[in-house]
Nanobody, 124 residues
Framework: QVQLVESGGGLVQAGGSLRLSCTDSGRTFSRYVMGWFRQAPGKEREFVARITWSGGITNYGDAVKGRFTISRDNAKTTVYLQMNSLKPEDTAVYFC?????????????????WGQGTQVTVSS
């Protein structure tokens, strides 16, 4: 059973930083590809970042490349999203997601398991 809980969202000024965390209470965390997505009001869910089982491969959406970093600690069953140089357009609800398929990449439908989301608001 995969149960994902995000934390770390909040209000930050443009140019600031936040670190999101997503913890899985299950026992098979290390077997999952983990992803971060975001959704702003009135917009589709957008791929942010993805990390493979061992953390050896990471991928990022074009909008966040060079500013965000995804990482994971399998011993703590937690995946992180370090967000630097935040912009107002980064404002959204951020979701973590998990998939047991190594091929899962940037499509929301590729991830069967989702957290409840955490709000990130960046003020100008």
């Amino acid at each position: 059973q995969v149960q994902l809980v995000e934390s770390g969202g909040g209000l930050v000024q443009a140019g600031g930083s936040l670190r999101l965390s997503c913890t899985d209470s299950g026992r098979t965390f290390s077997r999952y590809v983990m992803g971060w997505f975001r959704q702003a009001p009135g917009k589709e869910r957008e791929f942010v970042a993805r990390i493979t089982w061992s953390g050896g491969i990471t991928n990022y959406g074009d909008a966040v490349k060079g500013r965000f970093t995804i990482s994971r600690d399998n011993a703590k069953t937690t995946v992180y999203l370090q967000m630097n140089s935040l912009k107002p357009e980064d404002t959204a609800v951020y979701f973590c997601a998990a998939s047991s398929y190594v091929s899962s990449w940037n499509g929301p439908s590729e991830y069967p398991y989702w957290g409840q989301g955490t709000q990130v608001t960046v003020s100008s």
